[in-house]
């Protein structure tokens, strides 16, 4: 079981990044697919999650209206789509898998059963 993540790289402020991760097919179809990010000497944290199923997303305040995430099961693959973005979303970006997880659980990182390797994002002002 594996995820790859990919597309991180330099944007300037107000500029835009897509992220890309690649999952394996035995978990993508039953795992809630979740984004998180690391800044320089800060905690990881929750940036976006899309359901399996319905495909329900949940955003994170500071990037509501500006990331937009979404799966591609033919491809096995989660993206996010960063718009407008700002000096703050400089991080390593970190996509999870985690399977069976209530909605009160979707931003606890503990929860996951899978990650993939970080993807550095840096924005310039």
């Known amino acids: 079981v594996q995820l790859q993540a990919s597309g991180g790289g330099l944007a300037q402020a107000g500029g835009s990044l897509r992220l890309s991760c690649a999952a394996s097919?035995?978990?993508?179809?039953?795992?809630?697919m979740t984004w998180f990010r690391q800044g320089p000497g800060e905690e990881r944290e929750f940036v976006a999650a899309i359901r399996n199923g319905g495909g329900v997303t949940l955003y994170a305040d500071s990037v509501k209206g500006r990331f937009t995430i979404s799966r591609d099961y033919a491809k096995n693959m989660v993206l996010l789509q960063m718009n407008s973005l700002k000096p703050e979303d400089t991080a390593a970006y970190y996509c999870a898998a985690g399977r069976g997880l209530l909605s009160i659980y979707i931003r606890d990182s503990s929860r996951y059963n899978y990650w993939g390797q970080g993807t550095l994002v840096t924005v310039s002002s």
């Open positions: 097919g035995r978990i993508f179809s039953d795992y809630v």
